[in-house]
């Protein structure tokens, strides 16, 4: 930053209101030179004012917005102002600052214009600020507000350092493989590949042809040698998905990978090695698994070395705005659209899901209603039906409000996680019974005709 230049002579109340703002401030003839140059340009552009006059205002702001983008070009040739054009210049001292803009024609006392004038602001502190708030919202591609995402995100970095194994548990859908992809893209092995596989995605000859890799002779149609998944993950990391699949018999065969990092490829008789970090993934209870012996105890132990258990999206709806507005970005992006959000309404419909598909389903839900909405905000008639079915047609525009709709969503949700037994959906909702009736009379809802009295429940 330039030091504002001292001992200026203020002859008037206008000059002395320009040197006492904080905004930057100068005026262009029509040779785009610059003619003053208050105290705050000095401080923002680091350039003097007794450089600055005279000089063309490209040569002194070297900005984003110079050229075609000019707005106060723009200005002079339409006769209106511009209020707030973001971009950027370069100050004196290389650095690239962020800035919003205002233009004005400027006239002289008779009404000739003479040349523009421009304010522009600072926002390097806001950018500052808007990358803080942004940094405790996401890490890589995963974004959360829930203070359970965020204890997971405070891990992530020490888990990244680690070489050890790490388990990720929970439901479908619920973004273990993003997980995975940053846990590696924060890793020392980060240059390497990210190799993923669905353990119940092949039978289990094939699973172990692609995890191992094949000889070639080793059965019939092997006509050559084919790497495998491990030796592929080498300088890596693998992320086996769902391996609360995979057979006993091959539980083996990966248990030796883990404790020895070796394996042979079919057909081979040459160990290989391999120092690919391993993630796994499943939404299976393992100790269920092992308690049934569907799987291997060791094997558990040596994959249970750092597990994380990632929530379902109903108990952090708190990130459901933040998700949505994420998914429109990144659609907007790539298909070139400018979809300006979603609407109230809808944005309250999807908070009353439950969302047993968890992420994966909200993201499909908002990729669908994106296509149906062509341009302005997704509202309630782009969202699939399953949402939409249980708010009668005009429901808004009859003068109910909101927050009906909402509850009919929750006593509804509530009735169906508890077999429809209504008293522990009362429960569940923290109202006695008897309000719960109340209450689904007065949203026109019909009791339903299971009542689920047999359940364990009441």
Known sequence: MSQPTK?????????AILESISDGVFTVDLEWRITSFNRAAEEITGVPRSEAIGRLCSEVFRSSLCGDNCPLQNTLQSGKPRIGTCGYIITAQGERISISVSTAVFRDENGQVIGGAETFRDLSEVDALKRELEGRYHVGELFSRSPRMHKLFSMLPAIAASPST????????????????????????????????????????????????????????ATRDRLGRFAQARGGTIFLDEIGEISPALQVRLLRVLQERTFEPLGSSRTESTDARVIVATNRNLTELIRTGEFREDLYYRINVIRLELPPLRERKDDLPLLVEEFIRRLNRIQGRTVTGISTEALA????????????????????????????????????????????????????????????????????????????AARELGIHKTTLFRRMKRLGMALPERDGRSSTKE
């Open 349 to 424: 419909l999807l908070m009353a899901h439950d969302w047993p598909g968890n992420i994966r389903e909200l993201e499909n839900s908002i990729e669908r209603a994106f296509v149906l909405c062509g341009e302005g905000r997704i509202d309630m008639d782009h969202l699939p039906d399953e949402l939409t079915l249980l708010v009668p047609r005009g429901h808004f525009t009859e003068g109910r409000t909101m927050h009906d709709m909402i509850d009919r969503q929750a006593i509804h949700a509530a009735l169906e996680r508890n077999d429809f037994n209504r008293l522990a």
């Open 7 to 15: 001992n200026l002579t203020v002859r008037t109340p206008t000059d």
């Open 166 to 221: 790490v388990l990720l548990t929970g439901e479908t859908g619920t973004g273990k493989e993003l997980f995975a992809r940053t846990i590696h893209s924060l890793s020392a092995h980060a240059s390497g590949p990210f190799i993923a596989v669905n353990c119940a995605a092949l039978p289990d000859t094939l699973l172990e042809s692609e995890l191992f890799g094949v000889k070639a002779g080793a059965y019939t149609g």
